[in-house]
């Protein structure tokens, strides 16, 4: 019993951790102007208000920064979708001369602090007119979501049994075909959560889309949300409000697609 | 349906610690329809070699022919070969049909063509009533049968297995040795069986090769290789119990070759095929060609029981004689005390005589 406590007592701690930021993100959001800076602080709002919702609409361009978020996002995770799948299943199933260190090269890619690479970026992409787009922003984001995805893909990769692939070259299939037709099928869960992680990294990146993109018309939520921050004045509310709504879709994503995390890859084919 | 040529075959790869030779010019004749199992303790090349066959593994050197075709360099779907994994490598998330016709699809047959051969498999082999179910909701025996139809259904000329029975508990194993016997009566398809298994090899083969160390020791029908072992590996790894070794001498006394080992003389018949110019030599006995006899009868070799085992309907005696220790078969109404002394006999026509004392060491009668 005492353990019990004790397992569900670090769990609690670890929830409020977690949680208790969404909880005032949220909460800040319904409440009216006057009631954010209370002291002591509410912890249920007095009075419930939807004003920074509506100001939020009304008065800034939210559902365009928004829409813009997600064609980037959506586009830059389908390339990194697209190549990092190719190039994880190379580094999983290929033998090769310096194949182990090819891999170690994309995670120290992967390390490399975005902040190194945004000034070099924006000096290449200038040359190829890539900036003030979001074809480019979303070839920027690239550099950190590629290497995320080939290499968390390429243990996924791994792990499907190579019998399942030889069984179906030798059924008549290119390399193309059984990756496509054996392979990824039984990868389904680890591409549904590289993917969503790959559009969260992409969904709250700031540096990159502030310095490749100078067009108002086409900026992404989080530089976008920083223009609600003036010298004088912070609108907390709308703030919290559009942060609450830019949330939304991760939180929904997490949540249809938690039974492909919890659930194991189709075991039974092979043995079992 | 074609033969197989495998034409001085070489495989090496290369590790850390330098090259590893896992296949040395490996040499074979498969005729058409011809049912031939490689044999071999673990790590011996089998595997490699039919890896090759399939074309999952290229050779170091050598060329493999279907049918007086070279198809060394083709890619595997352009063998027209099948092959059954040890591990079924069923597609998890592929019904039965799907799995069965994956093949056929990837060839672009019709899907009238498709349906007929699935059911005609789905007969031959007792699943008809299983293809919408999923590879995990089969039992080991009907996984095993689907992989056998996903292999058999696209007419190969090659039929290749992959210790395909070594996953199933040893009842079923039985049972499916018996069928797939049966099947290669019906179907007559050219198929290479890979085993570890040398019951499996000596029960379904047409021929036998035995492979040690990346090196073919032997290559003949079961009865040749159970009856006269080419080496002294040979002998000790085809038959279960083992073929009893005693290590020794041989020499010529009185005209006659003789073995003599720690507690042991063995006169040797008067005319082996060829005679060794003595020194060391082995010995080499099955359990079921040592007799009990009685104590004044000539040859006769003192020994004691030390375990007796019944095996049903027959009974192993684990005996110790001069300084070392054989296994006699005897049925099982012959019923033997630990510690009580027995005389053994030798058939003469029924020894085996190697030539030194390694593994290798090569058969002299």
């Known amino acids: 019993m005492p353990r019990l406590l004790r397992t569900y007592g670090l769990a609690l701690v670890l929830l409020t951790f977690v949680a208790f930021p969404l909880y005032w993100m949220t909460l800040t959001s319904l409440k009216p102007q006057t009631e954010v800076f209370r002291v002591p602080p509410t912890f249920l709002p007095a009075t419930w208000t939807l004003e920074h919702y509506v100001s939020l609409f009304r008065l800034t361009d939210f559902g365009l920064l928004f829409m813009n978020s997600l064609k980037v996002c959506l586009l830059s995770t389908a390339f990194a979708l697209g190549v990092g799948i190719l190039g994880a299943y190379s580094l999983a199933r290929f033998r090769g001369r310096g194949k182990e260190a090819y891999g170690r090269l994309v995670l120290l890619a992967y390390m490399f602090p975005g902040a190194l690479l945004v000034i070099p970026l924006l000096l290449l992409f200038r040359e190829l007119g890539l900036t003030n787009g979001h074809f480019g922003l979303s070839l920027a984001y690239l550099t950190f979501s590629l290497p995320f995805v080939m290499w968390v893909m390429r243990d996924f990769f791994a792990s499907v049994p190579i019998d399942l692939e030889e069984a179906a070259l030798i059924d008549g299939a290119t390399r193309l075909g059984a990756l496509w037709d054996v392979v990824l099928p039984q990868a389904v869960p680890g591409i549904i959560a590289t993917g969503i992680f790959a559009f969260l990294f992409a969904w709250n990146e700031y540096l990159f889309a502030l310095v490749l993109i100078s067009d108002e018309s086409l900026r992404t939520l989080p530089p976008g949300m920083m223009r609600f921050v003036s010298t004088t004045d912070t609108n907390w509310g709308l703030i919290m409000a559009a942060s609450t709504l830019a949330t939304l879709p991760m939180a929904l994503a997490f949540g249809l697609v938690q039974r492909y995390l919890v659930t194991g890859m189709g075991a039974g084919g092979v043995k079992g | ?365």
Do not use: W
């Open chain 2, 1 to 365: 349906m074609a033969n197989v040529r495998i034409d001085r075959l070489h495989k090496e790869f290369r590790a850390s610690t330098g090259a590893v030779h896992a296949l040395r010019e490996l040499s074979l004749d498969i005729a058409d329809g011809e049912f031939v199992s490689l044999v071999g303790p673990s790590g011996c090349g089998k595997s490699t070699a039919l890896r090759i066959i399939a074309g999952l593994e290229t050779p170091t050197s050598g060329r493999i022919l279907f049918g007086g075709r070279d198809i060394t360099g083709l890619e595997p779907r352009d063998r027209n070969i099948a092959m059954v994994f040890q591990s079924y490598a069923l597609y998890p998330h592929m019904t039965v049909r799907q799995n069965l016709e994956y093949g056929l699809r990837k060839r672009r047959v019709p899907k009238p063509e498709r349906d007929r051969k699935v059911a005609e498999i789905g007969a031959m082999l007792q699943i008809a009533g299983m293809f919408e179910r999923k590879p995990r909701q089969l039992s080991g025996g009907q996984r095993q049968r689907v992989a056998l139809g996903r292999a058999l259904i696209r007419d190969p000329e090659v039929f290749l297995l992959d210790e395909p029975l070594s996953n199933l508990d040893a009842k079923l194993r039985v049972h499916m040795r018996a069928e797939l016997a049966a099947l290669h009566q019906k179907v007559r398809t050219t198929m290479v069986y890979v085993t570890h298994d040398q019951l499996e090899a000596l029960t379904l083969s047409d021929r036998i090769v035995v492979m040690n160390h990346g090196v073919m020791q032997q290559v003949g029908r079961p009865e040749e290789i159970y009856s006269r072992p080419a080496n002294r590996f040979v002998a000790e790894f085809i038959g279960t119990p083992s073929m009893n070794m005693i290590e020794g001498e041989v020499s010529i006394e009185g005209g006659r070759p003789v073995f003599n080992g720690p507690g042991v003389a063995v006169a040797l018949p008067e005319a082996p095929p060829r005679t060794p110019g003595g020194g060391q030599a082995t010995l080499g006995v099955r359990p079921e060609d040592i007799a009990l006899v009685a104590p004044d009868a000539p040859g006769a070799i003192p020994a004691r029981v030390t375990v007796s085992e019944l095996a049903g309907p027959e009974r192993f005696h684990f005996v110790s004689m001069g300084g070392g220790s054989v296994i006699v078969r005897t049925p099982a109404s012959t019923v033997l005390h630990p510690g009580e002394a027995v005389s053994l006999g030798l058939q003469p026509d029924r020894l085996h005589l190697f030539q030194g004392t390694g593994e290798d060491a090569a058969a002299l009668r």
